[in-house]
């Protein structure tokens, strides 16, 4: 799978005019344009013309765009997830999936309508029976056919369905978030965390951000413009991570390294998987670099 980043992945009402003209300017990685609950159920239909229209029109340059639909049990799935289809988005996001077969399922209909080949399949982790099934919705990544790219937490859900708190560092949550991220790796997808209510609170919001990547994140979920730019500070390689990387690599490129499964650099023991590291963040690195090339002006 193609590395990307995605660091910010904001949320968007898909009834919200504004808010999807204002996206279109905003540095996120990943827009999630959403018919689910953020849009009454009166606005349902209306919402759904007001994305394909929005993907229709484009103009959200590099920025990855996701359309989550309402769950196909729901009187609005099925006609989400053919419009989602038909207007081709980067990724289509099945919210509250408790269980493989909502992600098979969803991908039959993707694959018998002919879906874009770029169109990705993401899961909402948001259900106690979603935690416990972890394993085997990422497990869904295993086969192509599934196009499974990406987990996402659901936690304003997990905290409604488990009454737990989001207090002292999230404690209650932790674990779940662990679970989810450790079977997304497991299968080769992305994770990327929950959001963070109380959007005028950016020094909570930071610490939650900085949670997150230390627990292995590779984004969070964002609700608005102003948890944007902070975000992407917290989940991109920091400078001194970058350079360090550097070393690691022209360390191993050095001919009486080549066949060493361990090195010293800077007095540090380095081994061959800190290698594996050090690519992946040299490349996340230089994704974000091209990207604030391609994107400019960002803001
Ligand atoms: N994406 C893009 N633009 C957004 C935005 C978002 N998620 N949220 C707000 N904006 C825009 C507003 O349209 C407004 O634009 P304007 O200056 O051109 O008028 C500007 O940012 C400032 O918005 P503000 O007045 O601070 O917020 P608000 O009171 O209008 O809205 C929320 C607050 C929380 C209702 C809104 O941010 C929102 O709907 N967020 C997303 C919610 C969501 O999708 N939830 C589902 C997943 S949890
Ligand atoms: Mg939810």
Redesign the pocket.
Known sequence: MAIRPRRSV????GD?E??MD??RK?PADALIL?LE??VAPDNKPKAREMVVEALRAGGFGAREVILRVNALETPWGMADLHAAIAAEPDAILIPKVSQPGDIISTAKVVRATGAAEKTRLWAMIETPMGIISSREIAACGADPENRLACLVLGT?DLLKESRARATNNRFAVVPWLAMTLVAARAYGLDVIDG?YND?KDETGFRAECEHGRTLGMDGK?L???SQVEPCNQVFSPTDEEVSWSIKIIKAFEQPENAKKGVITVEGKMVERLHLVMAKRVVTIADAINAKSRIEEPWF
């Open positions: 904001l949320y968007l009402p919200n504004r808010a204002k996206a905003l959403d609950d953020s304003n959001v959007f979920t609700i608005h413009p």
